[in-house]
Structure formats: C-alpha cells, structure tokens
C-alpha cells in the first residue's frame, strides 16, 4: 500500500510538471506568433521604425537575461517597434500572462470572468447596469429574489425596451448581445448560459461625432500593492465603429490616455495595430479628443478596488453615460490587458519587481 | 511553424490527459484508504453488522457498473455496514468529489473558500456575524468601504472585547482562533480573514456541551431553475476546553428529515457510535432541534439566490436568543458522507449516478 502511494504522488508530480511544461511552451508559442504578426503589421506600415539588428540583440539578451526565457522577446520587439525605441522595464504579454498574473491575483484569479457575480463581488451597488441575471435556469434580481417567469419581463424592461445581455465568461464583445423587447424572447434565448442582463446606456454626446450608434468606453487600469491604495496603471478610450451597437475588439479605435489626468494621445490605434490619426469611417481627427468624467471615474474605480484588494490588478470597462453619470460596465481580473498600455504609455509596471517573479516558479 | 503548433497541442492534450487520470488514481487511493480504516472501525464495534461475502459483492458490482469503478467501492461498504443493509443510490466520497461537484459546481466550485467574501457572495446582510475583513493587508468593513488601520480596533470591539478570526481557507476549526481586546495584536495576524463577533448558542444545545459553539450543517441541493430544498443535514458538537469547536474532536448526530429529527446515535470523530454526550451523559435519540424549519428556510432562501451552485453546506448557529445565523457555507467539497451513511440515499433523482458516463 505504502508503496503505491510513493508511485502514485511521483507520478502525480511528474505528470503536474510535464503539463505544466507543455503548457507554457504552447502559450509562448501562441503569443509569439501573435507579436510576430503585430511586429510586421507595425513595420510594414512604419519601415523607420523596425529596430536595427543592434537593438534586436539587446531585446533577445534582455528577455533572456532579465525575464529568463528568449520566448519573451517578441512582445517587446512590438513595444519597441511601436515606441521607436526600446526601453527596459516593459512586461511581454506571455510573461505577465504565465508568471506575473498567477502570482499577483492568486488562485481567486478564475471568479473574475463571473459576470453575473460582478455587482456582489464589488459591492458596486447600482455602479453596474445591471437588472436580472439567469443563473442555471433560474432568474434572480440584483438582490437575489428569485423571479418567476412572468415576472422576468418585467422587471428587464423597467427602464426601456432595449437591454444587454452578457454571458458569463464574455469577453471582448463576444457572448455580448442587444435584446429588444417584443422582438426577441428572453426566456426562450438559446445559447445563452448564464447571462446577466444590463440597462442600455446612452454615450455622452461627445462621442456621438465618432460614431452615434455604439456606447463608447474607456478602460482603466488600477493596481493595488499590499496593504498600499489603489492607483492608476494606464487605460484607452474605445470609441466605436459603425456596424455594431456592441462594443468588441474589431470595432474600435483604442485611443491611449496617456496619465492620470486623463491627458489623451493624438493617435489611436486599430485592432491589427494599425496607427490612425483619424477615426476610420467619420475622418475626424482623434487629437484633442477628451473623456468627460474622467477623474472622477478613475477615483470610483480606485475605490471599489480599495474594497476589493483580492486582486492585484483590475482592468476596468467605464461607460460615460449622457445623463452626466457614468457606469462600470464590467471588471477584468483574470487577464487585464496591458500590451497597448506598455507600447503606448510604458514601461507602466517596472517599479513592482515582476521582472524577478520567474525566478520563484524553478 | 504550423507543424510545431499541432505537436505542441498534441502535447499539451495527452500531458492533461495523463494528469487528469494520474490525479483520479490518487485522489481514489486516499479515498479508499479512509474509507476502509473507517469500515474497519464500525465492523469491529458491531461484528453483526460486517456485510456478507454476497453483499460486498453486490456493492463492488454496483460500484463498476452503475458508477463506472470500482474505486467507488470503499465508502459503499462504509454505508452498507453503519446502515446494517446495502441501499441503492447512495453517493460515495470519491465519487462526489471527483465526478459530481465539477459538473454540478461550475466555476462557483472554490468560492465558499473565500469567507472575506462571503457576506456580499451569498447576500446574507446581517446573517452572517462579520465585522471586518483583512485582504492582502488592506482593512475592508461590512459595507465594502476600506478602514483606515485607526478605525479597524473601533469596528472590531465595538459591542465585546472578544471577536473571532478565521482564515480565508479554514475549514472544520482550522485557522479559527479568538482574539481579544488589549491581549492580541489583531494587526499582527497573517494571512486574510474575516473577523466575526461572539456568539453564544441556545440553551437546548449548550446541554449537551456548553463550552463551545455547536453548529448545525444543513445541505441544501438546487436543481436547474427549481427551488432549493433539503438533503440532509448534521449537528457538530465539541468537547469541553476549547472554546472552538474543531471537527477533528467532535461528534456528529445526523439529521434524519427536514423537520430537524436527531437519529439515535452520534458518531465520534473515528465513527465510534456513540449514543450520548461521553462528558455531559446528555442523549439526543428522538429528539427535534427547536424551530428546526426557520434555520431550513434560510438556508433554502440563501441558496434560492445564489442558484450558482448546485449543492451547498451552510453552517448554521443558533443564538441564545433562539435566532439563526450563519456561520458559514461551503461549495467546495459539503461533507455528505455522514448524512449518506445515516439518513440517506439523500441525493436520489438528481441524476447524479449517471454524471460519470459524461
């Protein structure tokens, strides 16, 4: 017995760490082919920008150095290529994504992607949007009385005939979709899953130029040290693009906001990482653009994270509504985005000692 | 480049597959190695009641036929000899853990771990007796507003010099200690918990240990879109000289239905059956827990809110004055086996058994 025991745990832990071998090669090489394709995207349409062979020697020994693994140069080939220059202390998306996230959010790390959790998790109150949520079959309120079918509809469309349905586990926009009343069945929507239900939020007038049929967003990024406050690590403003009234990756333009005060850059940048100056489809010029409420939206989401210190670091989706409020759409905690924010704005994470966290995980 | 990617996911889904069952061969073994120790004990204290040759072949039958294994024997033939008959339906431990709770559970497995997070997952308000939480060294109170490390002291001694602390992932009594005002340093405890106030229970269960607080477990099962209901249940009692109850050194009396019948034996920890209190001599056979429905129905209502989770176990207190309260809830594994051994099959007609074919 004892003996079969000793096997069992080897084999446990051999099988552990094979797995876990296969799965960080596997994901560096997802990453990296990803980077190559935004490196070139970036050079092709800036040929002066792609670093001497020089500076590729610094980045490889760089990675390999400093960060422990080769495989962490193509991130920063793009930061530098986008920056025009390289500079140490930017994270590679592979790295913060297999060894900096485990470690600064911890095994609570996966309940983040629960959106019809996110009110209660935040304490946020009436902050989020949201209505109803269904949960297993059954309809609940935001104070979690259960909802009998014939009450669903009506509880959903308080507040107009239009609402957001979100699946938990969306992201980006997918699993993201617009219900109307009368045309759509709510109780009978298939695919569906798990879903909570929002309020439609009109954007601020300003973003309206842009683009009037889509809500507009920013993402703010908090950081919280132990035991420290929470503060501002970087964000953009999403403005939408004709063709959806969902907000997803492929219809926008991220603009960068450069500071805490809210100071934008004069560019904004597409999905593929294409450099623009104006907004594809309206021709505007994004110089100049502002987000009304900023401030104010950064110090909310300050706030809520101070009373929420589970997680390090919380990307936050704001929608600056038309009636001078604005609203957390909803949170990320299980991998808040930070390349734009490092090629934009970066190095945005160089004083935390993330470049050392590699060296727990030998 | 395209041939490394299918070697690398070609690899990457035989390494988990070889985890994934290198994981189920251990997780069975321990399983099955308490699970004898324990069938040992019950067949030593009543030799009457060791099954027959036929019968231990009947549940290995049963075992792998019905529920795929025969790993799944052990805890089996621990309910076959505590009960005196082998009943169909009956969920073993292992069975439970591995197969059961990641399809019924979800992603809402691990979140009963969190006891900072517990108030605002399962909006329970004032049901639950927290005062304060400490995260990653940040002070947060009740209403998700940070505390200043000035005001945490006020907060936590408001009513009483004494309050409770329990870790993020105690469990059974462990990471559980008392603090109290001017004697511990609250600011020196690691690790993040939850600080709760004092409690005292009701005079019908300090009879039979007065010393510490004894907790009522009541599990509670919601199947897609119905209501929440009950399946099963158990009291924990201490012993006296601590005044924390540890389930290490405790006796468990089953919960035989949902009107809050005790059966007429206790277990101790080594599942000794026992039929009083071996300090008090207090006997609880018959018996019914006082107001046995109003604890249900806030476990039920609890549960109808949190529809997440499939199973819960909620620890319940009852106060001195007579009121219920929540101790705590737990998603990540709900001990079934007493209440399975005593009271059950609880867990038929959900379709459980046939979970392992998926």
């Given at each position: 017995?004892?003996?079969?025991?000793?096997?069992?745990?080897?084999?446990?832990?051999?099988?552990?760490?094979?797995?876990?071998?296969?799965?960080?090669?596997?994901?560096?090489?997802?990453?990296?082919?990803?980077?190559?394709?935004?490196?070139?995207?970036?050079?092709?349409?800036?040929?002066?920008?792609?670093?001497?062979?020089?500076?590729?020697?610094?980045?490889?020994?760089?990675?390999?150095?400093?960060?422990?693994?080769?495989?962490?140069?193509?991130?920063?080939?793009?930061?530098?290529?986008?920056?025009?220059?390289?500079?140490?202390?930017?994270?590679?998306?592979?790295?913060?994504?297999?060894?900096?996230?485990?470690?600064?959010?911890?095994?609570?790390?996966?309940?983040?992607?629960?959106?019809?959790l996110?009110?209660r998790?935040?304490?946020?109150?009436?902050?989020?949007?949201?209505?109803a949520y269904?949960i297993r079959g059954q309809w609940i309120d935001v104070e979690g009385r259960p909802l009998g079918p014939?009450e669903?509809?009506?509880?959903?469309?308080?507040?107009?005939?239009?609402?957001?349905?979100?699946?938990?586990?969306?992201?980006?926009?997918?699993?993201?979709?617009?219900?109307?009343?009368?045309?759509?069945?709510?109780?009978?929507?298939?695919?569906?899953?798990?879903?909570?239900?929002?309020?439609?939020?009109?954007?601020?007038?300003?973003?309206?130029?842009?683009?009037?049929?889509?809500?507009?967003?920013?993402?703010?990024?908090?950081?919280?040290?132990?035991?420290?406050?929470?503060?501002?690590?970087?964000?953009?403003?999403?403005?939408?693009?004709?063709?959806?009234?969902?907000?997803?990756?492929?219809?926008?333009?991220?603009?960068?906001?450069?500071?805490?005060?809210?100071?934008?850059?004069?560019?904004?940048?597409?999905?593929?990482?294409?450099?623009?100056?104006?907004?594809?489809?309206?021709?505007?010029?994004?110089?100049?653009?502002?987000?009304?409420?900023?401030?104010?939206?950064?110090?909310?989401?300050?706030?809520?994270?101070?009373?929420?210190?589970?997680?390090?670091?919380?990307?936050?989706?704001?929608?600056?509504?038309?009636?001078?409020?604005?609203?957390?759409?909803?949170?990320?905690?299980?991998?808040?985005?930070?390349?734009?924010?490092?090629?934009?704005?970066?190095?945005?994470?160089?004083?935390?000692?993330?470049?050392?966290?590699?060296?727990?995980?030998? | 480049?395209?041939?490394?990617?299918?070697?690398?996911?070609?690899?990457?889904?035989?390494?988990?597959?070889?985890?994934?069952?290198?994981?189920?061969?251990?997780?069975?073994?321990?399983?099955?190695?308490?699970?004898?120790?324990?069938?040992?004990?019950?067949?030593?204290?009543?030799?009457?009641?060791?099954?027959?040759?036929?019968?231990?072949?009947?549940?290995?039958?049963?075992?792998?036929?019905?529920?795929?294994?025969?790993?799944?024997?052990?805890?089996?033939?621990?309910?076959?000899?505590?009960?005196?008959?082998?009943?169909?339906?009956?969920?073993?431990?292992?069975?439970?853990?591995?197969?059961?709770?990641?399809?019924i559970q979800?992603?809402a497995?691990?979140l009963g771990?969190?006891k900072?997070l517990s108030r605002r997952l399962t909006l329970s308000g004032d049901l639950l007796p927290d005062?304060?939480?400490?995260?990653?060294?940040?002070?947060?109170?009740i209403?998700?507003?940070?505390?200043?490390?000035?005001?945490?002291?006020?907060?936590?001694?408001?009513?009483?010099?004494?309050?409770?602390?329990?870790?993020?992932?105690?469990?059974?009594?462990?990471?559980?200690?008392?603090?109290?005002?001017?004697?511990?340093?609250?600011?020196?405890?690691?690790?993040?918990?939850?600080?709760q106030r004092?409690m005292y229970q009701h005079e019908w269960l300090a009879?039979?240990?007065?010393?510490?607080m004894t907790t009522i477990r009541i599990t509670t099962v919601k199947p897609p879109g119905l209501p929440a209901e009950w399946r099963g249940g158990m009291i924990k009692l201490?012993?006296?000289?601590?005044?924390?109850?540890?389930?290490?050194?405790?006796?468990r009396l089953a919960i035989m239905d949902a009107e809050g019948l005790l059966g007429?034996?206790?277990?101790?920890?080594?599942?000794?059956?026992?039929?009083?209190?071996?300090?008090?001599?207090?006997?609880w056979?018959g018996q019914k827990i006082p107001d046995f429905e109003r604890a249900l129905d806030l476990c039920t209502r609890l549960h109808d809110g949190f529809p997440h989770a499939t199973v819960i176990g909620w620890d319940v207190a009852m106060e001195r004055s007579g009121d219920f309260s929540l101790l705590e809830w737990n998603t990540?594994?709900p001990g079934i086996?007493y209440s399975e051994?005593n009271a059950g099959?609880l867990f038929r007609g959900l379709?459980?058994?046939?979970?392992?074919?998926?």
């Amino acid at each position: 017995m004892r003996g079969a025991t000793r096997i069992s745990n080897l084999a446990y832990d051999l099988a552990q760490w094979t797995d876990r071998k296969v799965e960080a090669y596997r994901y560096d090489d997802i990453q990296g082919r990803r980077a190559n394709k935004i490196y070139e995207t970036i050079c092709a349409q800036h040929p002066h920008r792609r670093p001497s062979s020089e500076v590729q020697r610094t980045i490889d020994s760089y990675a390999r150095e400093i960060l422990g693994s080769p495989r962490f140069a193509p991130w920063l080939k793009v930061f530098t290529a986008w920056a025009g220059e390289f500079k140490e202390g930017w994270i590679p998306d592979n790295y913060y994504g297999r060894v900096v996230l485990p470690v600064i959010q911890g095994p609570i790390r996966p309940i983040a992607s629960l959106k019809t959790l996110a009110r209660r998790l935040l304490d946020a109150g009436d902050l989020l949007p949201d209505l109803a949520y269904r949960i297993r079959g059954q309809w609940i309120d935001v104070e979690g009385r259960p909802l009998g079918p014939s009450e669903v509809e009506e509880v959903v469309f308080q507040s107009g005939p239009r609402v957001v349905v979100k699946s938990d586990a969306s992201n980006q926009g997918k699993g993201v979709r617009v219900v109307e009343r009368g045309r759509d069945d709510l109780l009978s929507m298939d695919g569906l899953g798990d879903c909570s239900v929002q309020r439609m939020i009109r954007q601020h007038e300003s973003f309206d130029r842009f683009n009037a049929g889509s809500l507009s967003t920013i993402r703010i990024n908090t950081l919280k040290s132990v035991g420290q406050p929470a503060g501002w690590r970087g964000g953009n403003l999403r403005l939408g693009r004709p063709g959806s009234e969902i907000i997803s990756a492929s219809s926008y333009v991220k603009v960068p906001i450069m500071d805490e005060r809210g100071t934008m850059a004069d560019y904004g940048m597409l999905e593929d990482w294409t450099r623009v100056s104006e907004h594809p489809e309206s021709g505007l010029a994004l110089e100049g653009v502002q987000v009304p409420l900023f401030e104010a939206a950064l110090e909310t989401c300050c706030r809520l994270h101070d009373g929420f210190p589970h997680f390090t670091l919380i990307g936050w989706d704001v929608g600056i509504a038309n009636d001078g409020r604005f609203y957390i759409l909803e949170w990320n905690g299980v991998h808040p985005g930070i390349h734009a924010i490092e090629a934009a704005s970066g190095p945005a994470f160089s004083d935390l000692g993330w470049e050392d966290l590699w060296k727990q995980l030998t | 480049m395209r041939g490394a990617t299918r070697i690398s996911k070609l690899a990457y889904t035989v390494s988990q597959w070889v985890d994934r069952r290198v994981e189920d061969y251990r997780y069975d073994d321990i399983h099955q190695r308490t699970a004898e120790r324990v069938y040992e004990v019950i067949c030593a204290q009543h030799p009457g009641r060791r099954p027959a040759e036929s019968v231990l072949r009947r549940i290995d039958a049963y075992a792998r036929d019905v529920l795929g294994s025969p790993t799944f024997s052990g805890w089996l033939r621990v309910y076959t000899a505590w009960d005196g008959e082998f009943q169909e339906g009956w969920i073993p431990d292992n069975y439970f853990g591995r197969v059961v709770l990641p399809a019924i559970q979800g992603p809402a497995l691990p979140l009963g771990m969190y006891k900072t997070l517990s108030r605002r997952l399962t909006l329970s308000g004032d049901l639950l007796p927290d005062l304060a939480y400490r995260i990653r060294g940040q002070w947060v109170g009740i209403d998700g507003q940070a505390l200043a490390p000035s005001e945490v002291e006020d907060v936590v001694f408001e009513h009483e010099p004494r309050a409770v602390v329990k870790l993020d992932d105690s469990n059974q009594g462990k990471g559980v200690q008392l603090i109290e005002r001017g004697q511990d340093d609250l600011f020196a405890l690691a690790g993040d918990f939850v600080v709760q106030r004092m409690m005292y229970q009701h005079e019908w269960l300090a009879r039979f240990n007065p010393d510490n607080m004894t907790t009522i477990r009541i599990t509670t099962v919601k199947p897609p879109g119905l209501p929440a209901e009950w399946r099963g249940g158990m009291i924990k009692l201490g012993f006296s000289g601590s005044e924390i109850l540890r389930s290490a050194d405790s006796i468990r009396l089953a919960i035989m239905d949902a009107e809050g019948l005790l059966g007429e034996f206790g277990a101790l920890h080594d599942w000794t059956r026992i039929t009083k209190h071996p300090e008090t001599g207090v006997a609880w056979g018959g018996q019914k827990i006082p107001d046995f429905e109003r604890a249900l129905d806030l476990c039920t209502r609890l549960h109808d809110g949190f529809p997440h989770a499939t199973v819960i176990g909620w620890d319940v207190a009852m106060e001195r004055s007579g009121d219920f309260s929540l101790l705590e809830w737990n998603t990540l594994h709900p001990g079934i086996v007493y209440s399975e051994a005593n009271a059950g099959p609880l867990f038929r007609g959900l379709g459980w058994e046939d979970l392992w074919k998926e």
